[in-house]
């Protein structure tokens, strides 16, 4: 039964009376049925000066700034508020049960605690904080005073529910409640004296320094850094005349002048005060230009006259004065450029006055350049002694800190987010990492802000965070993670809800953030300096400029913003305005709060505990990505399988009998290394011992057939190491197996590694592959090798030294085969890695950290060789050698018909040869796929074994550069790794000394294998075309198919090209154009058109030429071209057609 | 005092090889972005490691907003350094900013310095009448106020702009670093240095340079190296990085240390 108001009033003093009677107020405004303890809150909070207001700021939770909090506590209030039932008016609601019952309870509370009541009595008389209860309190003791009033209120679950949501503890208001603050400042305002330390680089009174020195300070003292360094020179015994260099020079000279004229020489010393400025630039100038001697005359006698006072008061005893001399630009004494013959007796006029009057006269001029200067002291080489003077360069001018230049703005774009952490206190000592906690917290207040706004504005569910979580460190992340599950609930709300609730979260989420980021700081900082007062920032006195600033930016929201702000305006505005805003946007929003809100302000009060407790200690762990692929670079089988898996995919349907075969040929290869691997996998390649050799052997020799000395040698070593270690099995038994493969063939070399991954570890994905030289080698673009190892260089080592690359890849891998190709050009630091490797079986990084190598194969490899072998693979003089092949390039070969009349030297030629052709050629027909008509599976099938040689050599079936860049290439190769390290080859003796087995490549018979293709692509030519047609190959073409010979790891593979893609091309080249003994047949590299990787089937370009061309256009539009190309292989082609050209040709009779 | 800036701005000597090198960071950084570096170097070299006075890891407090208003401070700051170290010649590598600073430096006291070697260094970042800076003054004044108007954004922005190159890592580590400048200095320091020009201070350096530029550097035209080439007093070589952005120490750190490890035998030929 609800109690009537009056009755409740007899129970309280005035003061209670008056905010019971304002809680009435709020039920009835509300239209409730009673009063219930959550109106009296919401009054006692309304009221001004509200003791329970000024208890919860001394409650509060410190890792909240305060206004946020009594937001929530007002949200949170007001949203409990919504929830009651609303019934028609009534009068006066009548008390509730429950508050009445709070009220009962306090006055029991009185009677049983008097002692309490005299403290609080005393307190309250003190620090006028309770405005004077005093006396109503004495007059009747049952009456209950607004305290124990306000601590039953509290009591009330629903009451102290709604105080949770938002973050307070009932229990600690409570605690605030009973024991007020001592001090006789206001407590709310004590908060806010303190100087805001972050708006200014001063100090605290430790330091002595003084002052609130705001960034653009300096124009009202009237000098700037330049004018303090032109005084430095002029005070110095000699070089005291400044001449001022520099392009700003000019402006610094008038700066300085003006600034000394006004009689502001603060910048200058005691000695210097009361120094005269006299300019003689405008008369230098006319006596310069027009030979008017006249001024300057008279300048320079009024100079004399005041000089002699000087010095005379020198005499005297007076201790100041002087002249400066200002001369202005040194560029006026020239005319045109020319130092003409009167500018000398100016200055030999300028060097006696200086003679004469050294100690009370001062140069002073500016030059744009030091030329100029240099100029002019050619001519006058004594000058600088003469005159005295001090080259100053000035750097820039002050005057572009002038002008536009808002403070405000500036200003809110460093105010933290709150004023709960504490200010660095100690000068002296700065602390690391301190200072991170304020930007940092700047940072995440402007993160929080943005977020809002964007939210607000866009009301887009996109989190600025989840980018912006990239830059914080891994354990922040946690956070963002965190809040924005709970910012999912939120956006299952709707409407106004949602958008409030996510504000708040986003609130809590860099609270969280920023409060992760000040704990360590905070607590590292409290175990250094103990004794370091701790202010707590809480406010800045920009806040009328901020809310100006802000309520500009956005003036739609703005109105919305401020009238909401009203009832807490008294409360000094903290720092943290913007939240503000933001909070004050929600309160609008208050009125329509469903009760999901209150979800929401629970999360919010929660959540950060959680939170804190799921912090992972993992500091600052970048995530490491590497690709695995590139540790094969070159065509190693592991890539040919991944090619194949790739074809496989795309041409799911057009399984044929050649692919077939082709996959059962990888299949039983690696059905072979499964078996192999299968016994050494589990065993860590240990127990790898008994016919150790002859698999190994056999797999080897498959791989790199060509190398079987090497082969047999890198078997031997290998088996033999491994029985050796695998005997003794103790722990300090080194397992690492070190060899070193000398000499050419680079392929091999690879090839035998990555064979070595296979067969010892069961995959080649166990082969980490690193070129030590490739990371300053200047590489042609698109050639074979290179833009693969460019690539490799890029994605592997940016930002990392190759021996942490190496050391990472070791951790992932720690079973596999190393691979260090050029081991004589590694850099300082992969030496010293290799070094300690090599003896300690430890591979260090660049931090010192060190990975054991045991069971690993570390293979080096270098192309020096010692002594007789050197010569012998130079002595023999190749057509195609390594290098060259190196520079293969990745460029489409064209098949161009052409007429024998074009060219009259070929015209007795028949057969085929290699020969160099004009790249020039290549570029001016018209490309046309081959295969473009009856596009059969059974053809596809061939097809796409061309493909995969091309594949398989890594898009291969291209161009090569011209035989000068290799040669050029070469030689910087060369000079490369002689600057490189003067040093290397001693290191290298002395690391392959150690190494367990050196291995000696021979180099790959290319003359032998060109000669075996040219024979085929000829016999390819006369079986399909005729003996009588002759064929030119390009020597690139050449090179480029010799590449991807040696590249190509099947047998044959080159063959089958040669056969099923060649010579087809052959014959429709031959059925279409009907070649005759008129015409010549040329395999030419088509110049810059390079081959893509993903679409490899373009390497088939035939070219037609001449008198074919203009009947191919008419038969062939682009638009069927390309339909043809898009069937043919789901892409499109890339068709390379020079219209003007073609008009040309059409021209021709 | 030599204490005091010693430990205010970080300073710190690693190895224990007699030649002495100076790394400088540029803005935005702080010395770890040598991180990488240091290692290749600390066994030939001692190195000395500072922060400027406006790197996010030194007390904001000692940012003097009258005082640092030309490099000439930070000039000051650093030759205080080398002194109360005692260091009497040393190498010295300056990225960005510090490059300008160590051409200052060595224009002021040539004989500390037996090598500049200046890493993305550019006299004046403004362009003029006959030199491209790369900047026109109005695109300044539009990236000031962007700072001035959102610090994150801008940094957010402007940090993978600046790092170029796809290294995730080294966007995150200039991010942070960037981040830890208070954006008042941040935007106070960038503001001194578009406003410096050292085009005509260039011709008294004295000490021979090394102009160290990657192929594609959005704050630095190709040309701005050669300028410097043909400027600066001293014997001047350029080496073009074959990598992107404004700091391959961060990106390339292999690839700059070698051409670092070039540039600094060659001046023990002179």
Avoid at chain 1, 313 to 323: N, Q
Avoid at chain 1, 1049 to 1055: D, H, L, S
Avoid at chain 1, 1069 to 1075: F, G, I, N, S, T
Wanted: charged letters at 25%; glycine letters at 6%; aromatic letters at 8%.
């Amino acid at each position: 039964m609800p109690t009537p108001v009056t009755a409740a009033r007899q129970c309280l003093t005035e003061e209670s009376a008056r905010a019971l009677d304002e809680a009435v107020a709020v039920a009835r405004r509300r239209s409730h049925a009673q009063t219930t303890s959550l109106h009296a809150v919401s009054a006692l909070l309304s009221i001004p000066s509200s003791t329970l207001r000024d208890a919860c700021a001394r409650a509060r939770s410190i890792a909240y700034p305060s206004r946020l909090q009594f937001r929530a506590l007002e949200l949170s209030v007001g949203v409990s508020l919504d929830r009651l039932p609303s019934s028609k008016t009534v009068e006066d609601p009548p008390i509730s049960n429950s508050l009445m019952a709070a009220i009962k309870r306090s006055q029991a509370n009185q009677r049983r605690h008097p002692e309490s009541y005299h403290l609080q009595q005393l307190h309250s008389n003190n620090n006028n904080i309770n405005n004077a209860t005093g006396c109503s309190q004495t007059a009747a003791l049952l009456k209950v005073e607004l305290k124990y009033f306000i601590l039953s209120i509290l009591d009330d679950p629903i009451v102290s529910r709604v105080f949770g949501e938002a973050g307070f503890r009932s229990c600690d208001i409570k605690l605030a409640l009973v024991h007020p603050p001592v001090t006789h400042v206001s407590s709310r305002f004590s908060r806010t004296r303190c100087p805001p330390i972050f708006l200014c680089n001063l100090t605290d009174s430790v330091s002595g320094q003084v002052g609130f020195n705001f960034p653009f300070s300096c124009q009202e003292d009237g000098f700037d850094e330049n004018c303090r360094r032109i005084g430095e020179v002029m005070v110095k015994k000699s070089g005291k005349s400044p001449l001022l260099v520099g392009v700003c020079a000019m402006e610094a000279l008038r700066g300085f002048t003006e600034s000394l004229t006004r009689g502001k020489s603060g910048f200058l010393d005691g000695d210097l005060a009361g120094l005269i400025v006299i300019s003689i630039e405008k008369e230098v100038n006319e006596f310069v230009t027009e030979g008017n001697e006249e001024k300057l005359g008279l300048k320079m006698k009024e100079m004399k006259g005041i000089l002699e006072k000087c010095t005379a008061s020198v005499g005297g005893g007076g201790g100041g004065g002087g002249v400066v001399l200002n001369f202005g630009d040194l560029k006026g004494l020239f005319l045109e450029g020319v130092l003409s013959d009167s500018v000398s007796s100016l200055v030999l006029k300028l060097t006696g006055l200086m003679e004469v009057y050294r100690r009370k006269l001062w140069l002073i001029g500016a030059v744009e350049t030091v030329e100029i200067y240099r100029k002019f002291s050619d001519k006058f080489p004594n000058i600088e002694i003469d005159w005295d003077l001090h080259l100053l360069p000035i750097t820039s001018s002050k005057s572009s800190f002038d002008g536009a230049h808002s403070k405000s703005s500036l200003m809110k774009s460093f105010v933290p987010f709150g004023g709960f952490f504490p200010t660095p206190s100690d000068f002296r000592s700065p602390l690391s990492g301190r200072n991170q906690s304020i930007t940092r917290c700047n940072l995440c207040n402007e993160k929080y802000e943005q977020e809002v706004a964007a939210i607000l504005k866009v009301g887009s569910t996109v989190s600025v965070a989840d980018q912006h979580s990239e830059n914080l460190p891994s354990w922040l992340r946690m956070a963002a993670v965190d809040t924005s599950k709970g910012e999912d609930v939120a956006k299952t709300k709707d409407g106004e809800t949602m958008l409030s609730a996510k504000v708040l979260g986003l609130q809590k989420k860099w609270d969280d953030i920023c409060q992760r980021l000040h704990h360590m700081p905070a607590i590292y900082k409290l175990n250094l300096t103990p004794a370091g007062p701790q202010v707590p920032i809480v406010g800045a006195p920009q806040f009328a400029t901020e809310k100006k600033q802000s309520s500009s930016e956005d003036p739609s929201i703005n109105e919305s913003r401020f009238p909401s702000q009203s009832p807490s305006t008294q409360i000094p505005r903290t720092s943290e305005a913007e939240n503000t805003n933001f909070q004050s946007r929600l309160l609008v929003d208050v009125s329509s709060l469903a009760q999901q809100t209150d979800k929401v302000v629970r999360g919010f009060t929660h959540q950060p505990q959680q939170n804190l407790s799921g912090r992972n200690p993992s500091l600052f762990v970048p995530p490491v990505t590497t690709d695995l692929k590139l540790g094969t670079m070159y065509a190693s089988t592991s890539q040919e399988s991944n090619n194949l898996k790739s074809l496989d995919h795309k041409e799911r349907l057009q399984r044929g009998s050649i692919s077939a075969e082709f996959d059962a040929n990888t299949k039983n290869t690696s059905y072979q290394f499964a078996q192999s691997s299968s016994c050494s996998g589990l065993a860590t390649g240990e127990q790898f011992d008994q016919g150790d050799y002859k698999s190994i052997r056999k797999v080897l020799d498959e791989k790199v057939g060509w190398q079987d000395e090497a082969v047999n040698s890198v078997s031997q070593a290998v088996s033999q190491l491994r029985r050796s270690y695998g005997s003794c099995r103790g722990i300090s038994c080194k397992g690492d197996i070190w060899l070193t493969f000398l000499g050419p063939d680079r392929v091999g070399k690879r090839r035998i590694a990555s064979a070595l991954a296979e067969v010892l570890f069961g995959s080649q994905e166990y082969l980490i592959s690193v070129d030590l030289s490739s990371q300053d080698k200047g590489s042609q673009s698109n050639s074979i090798f290179e833009c693969q190892e460019l690539n490799g260089y890029d994605v592997k080592f940016r930002g990392k030294t190759v021996s942490d690359f190496i050391a990472a890849e070791v951790r992932k891998k720690p079973h596999s085969v190393i691979f260090l190709e050029n081991v004589d050009e590694a850099d300082y630091y992969v030496r010293h890695s290799l070094d300690q490797a090599i003896r300690t079986g430890k591979f260090p990084d660049s931090h010192g950290r060190e990975i054991g190598i045991n069971n690993m194969v570390l293979i080096t490899t270098s192309t020096i060789t010692k002594g007789n072998t050197t010569v012998f693979f130079e002595k023999k003089p190749m057509k195609f050698y390594e290098e060259r092949i190196l520079g293969a390039k990745s460029w489409q070969i064209q098949i161009v018909v052409g007429s024998i009349s074009d060219d009259v030297s070929r015209s007795n030629v028949t057969g085929t040869r290699v020969t160099k052709i004009k790249e020039a050629s290549a570029s001016a027909f018209v490309n046309k796929r081959k295969l473009i008509d009856t596009v059969e599976s059974s053809e596809l099938e061939k097809t796409d074994t061309g493909e995969r040689v091309c594949k398989a050599s890594r898009s291969c079936l291209d161009l090569n550069l011209p035989v000068e860049d290799t040669d050029e290439d070469l030689k910087l190769g060369e000079s490369d790794s002689e600057s490189l390290s003067e040093n290397s080859e001693g290191w290298l003796e002395e690391f392959l000394s150690q190494v367990d087995k050196k291995i000696l490549f021979k180099p790959f018979d290319f003359d032998g294998l060109a000669n075996k293709i040219v024979k085929e692509v000829s016999s390819q030519f006369q079986r399909t075309v005729g003996s009588e047609v002759p064929l030119e190959i390009d020597q690139e073409v050449m090179v480029q198919i010799l590449a991807a010979a040696w590249l190509s790891e099947r047998k044959g593979a080159v063959e089958d090209w040669l056969e099923k893609v060649l010579g087809r091309s052959f014959a429709e080249a031959q059925q279409k154009y009907h070649l005759t003994s008129q015409s010549v047949v040329q395999l030419v590299a088509c110049e810059g058109v390079v081959v893509n990787e993903q679409a490899p089937e373009l390497t088939g370009y035939l070219l037609f030429s001449l008198p074919a061309l203009p009947r191919f256009i008419y038969n062939l539009t682009f638009l069927e071209l390309k339909i043809a190309f898009k069937d043919w292989k789901g892409k499109m082609l890339l068709i390379l057609c020079k219209l003007s050209w073609c008009d040309q040709l059409m021209n021709r009779p | 005092m030599g204490n005091i800036l010693l430990e205010a701005l970080n300073v710190r000597v690693v190895g224990s090889a007699e030649k002495i090198l100076v790394l400088g960071h540029g803005f935005g950084t702080d010395q770890s972005v040598w991180q990488r570096i240091v290692p290749l170097f600390t066994p030939d070299y001692r190195i000395i490691l500072y922060d400027l006075v406006c790197a996010g890891s030194v007390n904001p407090d000692y940012f003097d907003f009258r005082r640092y208003t030309t490099l000439d401070a930070y000039v000051d700051d650093l030759l205080n350094i080398l002194d109360a170290l005692g260091v009497d010649l040393c190498a010295y590598v300056g990225h960005s900013v510090s490059a300008m600073i160590g051409i200052l430096a060595s224009i002021r006291r040539p004989e500390l310095f037996s090598k500049l070697i200046l890493i993305g260094a550019s006299p004046s970042f403004l362009n003029d009448k006959d030199y491209h800076g790369g900047f026109e003054q109005g695109e300044i004044e539009k990236v000031f106020s962007a700072m001035e108007a959102n610090y994150k954004a801008w940094v957010n922005g402007f940090a993978p702009l600046a790092v170029g190159a796809d290294v995730p890592t080294a966007v995150r580590e200039f991010s942070r670093t960037l981040f830890n400048m208070r954006p008042d200095i941040s935007l106070f320091v960038s503001r001194t240095v578009f406003n410096t020009d050292l085009r005509g201070v260039l011709g008294m350096v004295r000490v021979p340079c090394c102009v160290v530029q990657t192929a594609k550097d959005v704050s630095i035209p190709a040309s701005v190296a050669e300028y410097l080439r043909t400027h600066l007093g001293g014997r001047t070589t350029i080496e073009i990085l074959k990598t992107e952005g404004h700091l391959p120490h961060m990106t390339a750190p292999a690839l700059l240390a070698q051409v670092l490890r070039r540039a600094l035998s060659h001046h023990s030929e002179f």
